[in-house]
């Protein structure tokens, strides 16, 4: 069993930037991608960023530039820095391991609010 737990969210001003850690128990390494959707209220779950077990990274379009992925298996902890943020950004966020498509474990979710 994979436990998921995040930290680092928070209320931001646009423009400015945080930077979310997710930390697994057990030992996920190199069994599991791992990975970030968001929800904003009143919208459905969207998908964030994806980092594989062999390195790769990939981001949805409207983040792209602006968000970075990295992973620490040493440390079992997935982060994502988010830079010029604005508040389009303003959800709730959820990290993952498994599949970007079908993830098997989920984390209880970070609040990130982008506001003046």
């Known amino acids: 069993q994979v436990q998921l737990v995040e930290s680092g969210g928070g209320l931001v001003q646009p423009g400015g930037s945080l930077k979310l850690s997710c930390a697994a128990s057990?030992?996920?390494?190199?069994?599991?991608?791992m990975g970030w959707y968001r929800q904003a209220p009143g919208k459905q779950r969207e998908w964030v960023a994806h980092d594989s077990n062999i390195g790769l990274t990939d981001y949805v379009d409207s983040v792209k530039g602006r968000f970075t992925i990295s992973r620490e298996n040493a440390k079992n902890t997935v982060y994502l820095q988010m830079n010029s943020l604005t508040p389009e950004d303003t959800a709730v966020y959820y990290c993952?391991?498994?599949?970007?498509?079908?993830?098997?474990?989920w984390g209880q979710g970070t609040q990130v609010t982008v506001s003046s």
């Open positions: 057990g030992s996920i390494n190199g069994r599991y991608g």
């Open positions: 993952y391991a498994g599949r970007s498509s079908q993830p098997a474990y």
